[in-house]
């Protein structure tokens, strides 16, 4: 069961939070031989030794949860979790010890051969928290508890309708994604070709902003954007393309071969959810010019 995008849900006495936390969402079949697997059904157990040998004493069970791997300051991490993401056999590449994982169920789907999708989620949740694992914790829907996991530079939040039931491969709005995003200037130094329906035209843009070793590259940006918007953005880049790129680095060949570079000289505004350890803006979504700003001034 997914959730949909939304704000708080008013009726917030008829839901829960949960932290969301950036990691990848998994299925443990926890009865006889361990199984685990991914949104899209492919099985994953060897990917996750930690979460193969989570036992449940005394039953069998089915849970939905995260795999997550937290950083030094004890914060999801997405990008550390990519490393372990596609990795058959991580103790062959030593992941085990460099990126270690934790599984965080917030679903109990069934029990001791009992299904409980038509069970209440206070239910499902009651029963799941006492099986003595240690589970995802839930919290009042309150927007102080959105602003203290925005805080904490956390990704969001899920409200959870307590008597929703759960549907597999559903996105069912009794659950709510809030997700906590920062707003920031870029400048704009080039962009790549779209394709399918944007072919021809701006796919995605090339954001960066200025510091002390020059102009930096912030990730690209190919959301957000209206028609409209894209096609005056293509009619103010084209009298700035250059011949080459205007960052101070070398960007990654999988990014430059197709980009066409511009003068650094339009401003923008994203929103984005947080930045990896590069600096590269993560779920950014394009807002709109910013004619009233001047590049230079974008800094990192």
């Known amino acids: ?52 040998r989570l036992e449940v004493p005394g039953h069998s069970v089915v849970l939905d949860g995260e795999v997550v791997a937290f950083d030094h ?10 490393r372990r993401m596609h990795v058959g056999d991580p103790g062959a590449h030593g992941l085990l010890r460099a990126v270690p994982v934790t599984y965080m169920p917030f679903d109990l ?23 003595g694992i240690t589970v995802a914790p839930t919290f009042p829907c309150h927007p102080d508890v959105v602003a203290a996991t925005k805080e904490q530079g956390l990704e969001g939040v899920v409200a959870k309708h307590v008597d929703s039931r759960y549907r597999p491969g559903t996105r069912s709005p009794w659950w ?18 779209g394709r399918g329906r944007r072919s021809g035209g701006i796919g995605s843009l090339l954001m960066g902003a200025f510091g002390p070793d020059g102009f930096v590259f912030l990730g690209h940006v190919g959301t957000g954007f209206s028609d409209a918007a894209l096609d005056e953005l293509y009619t103010l ?57 001047i590049p230079a001034e974008v800094r990192l």
């Open 176 to 193: 709510v994604k809030v997700k906590n995003v920062t707003e920031r200037e870029v400048v704009i130094g080039g962009w790549r070709p």
């Open 73 to 82: 300051d004890g914060k999801p991490s997405f990008e550390l979790i990519q």
């Open 237 to 293: 880049l084209a009298p700035l393309e250059i011949p080459r790129s205007a960052y101070t680095r070398e960007l990654p060949r999988e990014i430059a071969r197709d980009a066409r570079w511009v003068r650094p000289e339009l401003v923008g505004e994203v929103t984005y959810a947080n930045q990896t350890t590069e600096g590269r803006l993560r779920a950014p979504s394009w807002r709109g010019l910013r004619p009233d700003k």
């Open 1 to 52: 069961m997914l959730a949909v995008p939304g704000p708080l849900p008013s009726d917030g006495a008829h839901y829960v939070l949960e932290v969301k936390w950036d990691g990848i969402r998994v299925i443990a079949y926890l009865e006889g031989s361990p199984r685990l697997f991914g949104r899209k059904g492919v099985d994953v157990t060897g990917r996750y030794p930690e979460v193969s």
């Open 109 to 131: 789907l069934a029990l001791d051969g009992e299904a409980l999708l038509d069970r209440p989620y206070h239910e499902r949740r009651r029963r799941l928290e006492s099986l």
